[in-house]
Structures are given as C-alpha cells and as structure tokens.
C-alpha cells in the first residue's frame, strides 16, 4: 500500500466495454481518480475480467483469464474499475476460480483485495467529498445489481452526484429490479430480456429524469438502446462522465448532433 | 402421468407464450409487488433475522452432514409411537407405496393438503389412473385442481390465476349449487370453497398431506398453513400419509423452532402463518381425535446423490418461495414457462438435479445472475453461484451449440492476448463506430439479432481506450 503522504498508485482496469464502446468512460475514470491524488496507470496486460467465459460455464478460459491479469496488476496499490459488475468478479469470483492453485490462488486473492469500483473507491478510500462539475438537469440513477449487491454500491455515486452543481438525481421505484442485460443473458433469451428492459424504461420515464445515469456500461447500453428503440429524448450516460464534467460528447446511443 | 412431463426444455418458447399471455401478466405485475413489500417489512420488524439466517443455515448443514443419523432416529421414533415409516428411491415407489396404503384402507376419495411433493411425484394423475379420487383442499391447489392446472408458485399454486377466472371455474365446475348465486367477491369465492370442501372432508378415506420439517428427536411432522385445511385433512380421516422428501428433517423441535421463525416472514411476510401443525404417530388409546394410523412417505428421488456434492446447498431450501418472489426473470414469465414441479431459481438449480441437466439446461442459463435471491433466501442458498455451477456442468457436456462455443472459444484466444486483442479490436470497433454513424446506434447487425430484437444497439464511439491511451503517452507501468 501507498506509504503515507504519497500518491498512490492506481491501476485502472478499463473494463472491456468501455475499451472498446465508451473510451471516453476510461479518460473521465483517469480524471477522477487524478483529482483525487492518486498515480493512475493503465496496464498493458488487461483485456477483460473474463466474465463471458465464466458465466457461459466456460471456467478453464475463464481462469486462464484471470492467471494471465494478475501479474499485470499485482505492482499497484490499488486496482480500480469504472464498473461494479467487473469490480465485483475480479474482487468476489477471481480468488474462487483459482483456488485449486495454491500459488495463483494467494496473488488472485491480494488483487481482489486492493479491486475497487471507481465511485466507492473515490468517497471510501480517497475519502472525495465533492466533485467540480456541473449538469443542468434531473438525473434518475440505476444501481446496476452486481454493484449494489456483491460491492454494496449505493450511497457513494449518490453521495458524489449530490454535489454536481445543477443536478437533481432521482432515484427509481423499483431501484433493487435487474435491468435485465446479464452479459450473453441479453441475447440468448431476447425475449425475456426485452420485457425486463421495457419494464426499467417504463421506471425510468416516469421519475420525469432527463438524463439516466448508472456506474456499468452493460446495464446502459441494454437501457440506452431501449429507450432510443423506443423514442425517448432520456440522455443516457456513465456516471463517471458526469462527475468528471466530461460531458461534451453525446450521449450513449447518439451520434453528433 | 401426462400432466407432469416436464417441458423445460422448451422453456424459450414456453417464456415466450407467457410474455404474450394478458391475463398472466397482469396477475404477476401485481401479486410479486405485495409478496416483496411484505417481506421486507417482516424482516425489518425482526432485529435478529440475519443472525436467525446465520443460525438456521447451520442447522441445515449440521442435519446434511449426519442426514443418516437424524433420519435413522426419526424413524424410530415414529415406529416407536405406533406410525409407520416408509423409505421410497423414487417417484414411482413412493407412488406405489401411497396406492398400497390407501388400497388397504379401501379408499375410494382422498383428501390433499398441499404438498409439491406430490406435484414431484405426479401423485394426483396416479390415482386418478387407479380409481381413486384426489380432492386438494388448498384453496389454491383446489382452483387448479378444478382448472386441470399446475401450481406456478410453490407457496400460492394459483399465482397464475385471476380472481374473474376462478369465479369462472366454479360457475362450471359447482354445478350442484344454485346458478343464480351471487360470487363476485374473494370473501365469497372463500366461503363457496369452504362449504364445498366440507363435505369432501368428511368423506375422504385417507388424509394427505405434505411436511415442512420432520424433527428427528421426536418423530414429528411438521406443516404450516393459513386455511386450516391441512388439520382437517390430516384429523378426520382414518389414514393420514405425510409425503416428505428426505432434507426436511431436522434435529430437534428447538432447530424447527428457529427455521419457522423465517418460513413465514420469507414467505408471506406474516410473523407466523394461522396454523403451525405437529404430528406425532396416530391417535392414542385417550385422544379425542386423530388418524387411526399414520404413514410418513420419505422420499429420495436423487437427492443423497446431491450431498457431498457442490449442490449440497439446495439440499438446505424450505421452500418458501422468496426466490421466486424476487426473481426479474419469474416476474416476467411467472412459473408455468419453467416446465416442471419447482419454478423460479429454485427451480432453476433443483429441476437439472432431479429431472436431468438435458432436459432443464435453459433454467440455470436464464439468469441475468441479479443475486436478489440470495440476498433474500432465508437459508443463505448460494443460488446464482450454483446455477453457474450447472452451467459448467453443461458446458463440460457440450450442450451449448457449437456457434456459441467456438465464439466463445475464439474470444478467449484473443483475451488471453492483450497485445494482438488491443490491435486486433481497433480496426473493427472503427468500422463499426463508421456504420453507426451519425445516429449512433444500430436498429439491427448481423449477428446481433438477439439484441436487437428487443433494443437498439449503441455504436462505439470509434478509438479504443487503448489506442488514445497510446496516443497521448499515458502511463503505462507503476513508479516505484
């Protein structure tokens, strides 16, 4: 850990999605975390935390995943993540997936210790009371469920949104209700998926938000490309574009105006 | 038997008929509200539900660990009160086992309390077959008894139901009963049943019913009801049979004591339900009342092949339904759709364990792994962990299609390689962000069919991370 006075060094672990659908996800992340003292580095030995292989049944790439990650993020002091759900395997099913390897299994298990989610990691080690950032609107906030209930995110993106000046948040009625994306979920039983997503959207729309906000980019795209599918003006973004005031790009699911 | 062949393996199609289903989405919209505000209101009044949590898991486990012992002694003690014990390996002994008994007892009508282990052994349409006629007397498992239906829920098995249809059914089915009467009411439809029943109660043979624990150290059942209509079924007539599969035995009656203090909270919500029922061996020499002889059916049907085993867990479920009740994927296509006796991600890790992963390899795949069922089971069930269990289990079968796994296959390759998966992504994800375009999102892709069916896809938006990370010379390895 970092000694006392320094800054500390912060892995930031990128999260597929994010890599390759929203990079502006992973700048505002190394924003944040900067603005909060710490030494942010990207590792080049990251792809994905191997969770389509894991929850497909498909433990052995799954681990071979996780055994290839490690090395790259055993240096830092902390390793963090804009996602819960990415936050919550590396922390929660990594030192699971290889504790039949003794050696492997002790790294696996220091990494999950020092994996943090971005928002929870801001307010509850780097102790971020407020944030310098401004949004003109009203904000409904989706816990994404991997967060909320392996990580116990909740409070700290709220507490965090709180202080963006103009930003009303709001929460929904049913806030503990899976959006219904589920990694591969989404696609192998559509239907199902779609009824829940339609269900969130309809929640959504009643709170009277112009912007939907959330921490994982898995639930937002499924969200995002709900409400566009079905019209509505909802601006859909992470909340870490927010809280970072990067907020010049359009919105997920939109194109340049 | 024909009612009870399981369609799991159908379960796309059978979710897809009950999205389209009006009727049944109105009832769940409705009914999986209530049972969660419920719940979580009888939770919070409870200062140490948790702690009862913690102490009613170990129990379980400590009873799995020694199920032998603890079920050798409840046998003795039933024998040892003048009861009879009978041990059944699968649903067709222990079908054999009631048709003998209730054969001897010259049964022409029996009386059911609710059990799903009588739903696990098809229990009705077998002695249908042989000539002897169930009457369920749960108010719920009486409509669809009436209806020809399968309970969707293991606590309210007419979840599936609405009230204008019930009032339908008995308009058809009580025929005897004057056609002018007025049914419009829950309180009516209560009080037509209940008279209805009455007669069936005092006519019934053999009395069934199903048990929420058997306490070893006495030799007890155990059943918990709010109509009062398992005492009827289990007091009036001369033979009571109590169908129990094996994990439902506990130690002591303290141990059941402790687990009934969640059953109902987890449940309905209610500290309690209206009536807790003990029994123990027949009626003796002074009792005023009471079965002349008492029969405990100890079914096993794969479940001593579960212990020892990652899903020994399930082994600890008490069936009361919060999983379910919590459940998105329930709640969007209700308990039919699941194609077999337990719905819901109880179902989901009990049905590939009992009926075979073959036949119900859809029920642990069809979960977004939300987690709101563990966090809600009173016996800490570790259920997604185990639905993943089952999934590697498919998986190691090679049930998965072929395209599924060679795309996983592939994808792992490249993610097991951060140096050729970073340069071999850019050059895609910038086409992709091209053919977005201006809009931004896609209406459909090929490939992509199964996402957008339902929602539009979002484009990236055209560099990787990892590229602009390159470009502007981000800090790639931790200072010293």
């Not at chain 2, 048709?99 to 022409?108: D, F, M, N, P, V």
Request: proline share 6%; hydrophobic share 40%.
């Amino acid at each position: 850990m970092a000694e006392p006075g320094s800054r500390p060094n912060v892995a930031l672990f990128v999260t597929c999605l994010a890599d390759l659908f929203r990079p502006t996800v992973g700048l505002a992340a190394v924003k944040l975390l900067e603005k909060a003292g710490c030494e942010v580095s990207v590792p080049r030995g990251q792809t994905c935390c191997g969770q389509p292989a894991y929850n497909s049944g498909d433990r052995t790439n799954a681990a071979e995943i996780a055994r290839r990650t490690i090395p790259a993020l055993l240096p830092y002091d902390y390793v963090v993540a804009p996602s819960g759900s990415c936050a919550g395997m590396i922390r929660k099913h990594w030192p699971a997936l290889l504790e039949g390897d003794p050696q492997m299994s002790k790294l696996a298990i220091s990494v999950a210790e020092k994996t943090w989610e971005l928002t929870s990691f801001l307010t509850d080690v780097c102790g971020m009371q407020s944030v310098d950032a401004e949004y003109d609107g009203v904000a409904a906030y989706h816990d994404s469920c991997s967060g909320l209930r392996e990580l116990g995110v909740r409070e700290q993106p709220r507490k965090l949104l709180g202080t963006v000046k103009g930003l009303t948040v709001k929460d929904l009625a049913h806030p503990e209700e899976c959006c219904g994306f589920g990694g591969t979920f989404a696609v192998k039983y559509p239907d199902i998926s779609g009824r829940m997503v339609s269900d969130k959207a309809d929640d959504i729309e009643a709170t009277g938000a112009d912007l939907l906000l959330a921490g994982d980019l898995g639930c937002l795209m499924n969200m995002a490309g709900k409400l566009k599918r079905s019209g509505s003006a909802i601006k859909v973004r992470h909340v870490a574009e927010v809280l970072a005031g990067d907020t010049g790009t359009p919105p997920i699911g939109e194109g340049e105006p | 038997m024909s009612v009870h062949e399981p369609t799991s393996h159908n379960f796309p199609e059978n979710a897809r008929k009950a999205l389209g289903n009006k009727t049944l989405q109105r009832g769940l919209a409705s009914a999986k509200v209530g049972f969660r505000i419920r719940r979580s209101e009888a939770a919070a009044r409870l200062p140490e539900f948790e702690t009862l949590r913690d102490e009613s898991r170990d129990i379980k486990n400590h009873t799995l660990a020694h199920i032998d012992l603890y079920l050798e002694e409840f046998e003795k003690r039933v024998v040892e009160r003048g009861g009879h014990v009978h041990w059944a390996a699968d649903a067709a002994e222990a079908r054999e086992t009631v048709l003998t008994i209730c054969r001897a007892a010259g049964a022409k009508t029996v009386t059911k309390g609710k059990s799903m282990i009588s739903e696990e052994m098809g229990l009705n349409a077998f002695l249908e077959e042989n000539g002897i006629e169930p009457v369920e007397t749960d108010l719920g498992e009486y409509i669809i008894q009436l209806r020809g239906e399968t309970p969707s829920h293991i606590i309210a098995p007419a979840f599936h139901v609405l009230k204008e249809e019930v009032i339908e059914t008995f308009r058809e089915k009580h025929t005897h009963l004057n056609p002018d009467r007025v049914i419009e009411e829950a309180r009516e439809l209560q009080d037509e049943a209940r008279q209805v029943l009455r007669e069936r109660f005092l006519g019934a043979d053999v009395g069934i019913t199903g048990a929420n624990f058997l306490i070893a150290e006495t030799g007890s059942t155990v059943i918990v009801t709010n109509e009062g209509n398992g005492d009827l079924t289990q007091t009036l007539p001369r033979v009571h049979i109590v169908l129990a599969s094996l994990e439902k035995i506990v130690p002591t009656l303290e141990d059941a004591s402790t687990i009934l203090r969640l059953l109902a909270r987890s449940a309905t919500g209610q500290e309690y339900s209206s009536y807790t029922t003990f029994s123990t061996g027949p009626r003796r020499g002074e009792d005023l009342d009471g079965p002349h002889e008492f029969h405990v059916v100890l079914l096993d049907n794969g479940r001593t092949d579960l212990i020892g085993t990652e899903m020994q867990d399930v082994l600890r479920c008490i069936r009361c339904g919060a999983c379910m009740n919590h459940c998105p994927v329930y709640g969007a296509i209700g308990g039919h759709a699941y194609g077999w006796v337990y719905p819901g991600p109880i179902g989901a890790v009990l049905s590939p364990s009992l009926i075979g992963v073959e036949e119900a390899h859809h029920l642990p795949a069809a979960s977004t792994f939300c987690g709101r069922c563990e966090a809600v089971c009173p016996m800490r069930i570790p259920l997604p962990k185990l639905m993943r269990h089952l999934r590697e289990r498919e998986f190691e079968r090679g049930i998965p299609p072929a395209t599924v796994r060679w795309g996983l296959a592939a994808w792992a390759w490249l993610a097991r390689r951060p140096t050729i998966y970073h340069l071999a992504m850019r050059l895609p994800i910038r086409l992709m962000a091209l053919l977005g375009g201006r809009k931004g999102r896609f209406r459909s892709l090929p490939l992509a069919g199964g996402w957008t069916s339902q929602r539009d896809l979002p484009a990236p938006q055209g560099p990787t991370f990892q590229a602009m990370w390159n470009a502007r010379g981000g800090r790639r390895e931790a200072s010293k």
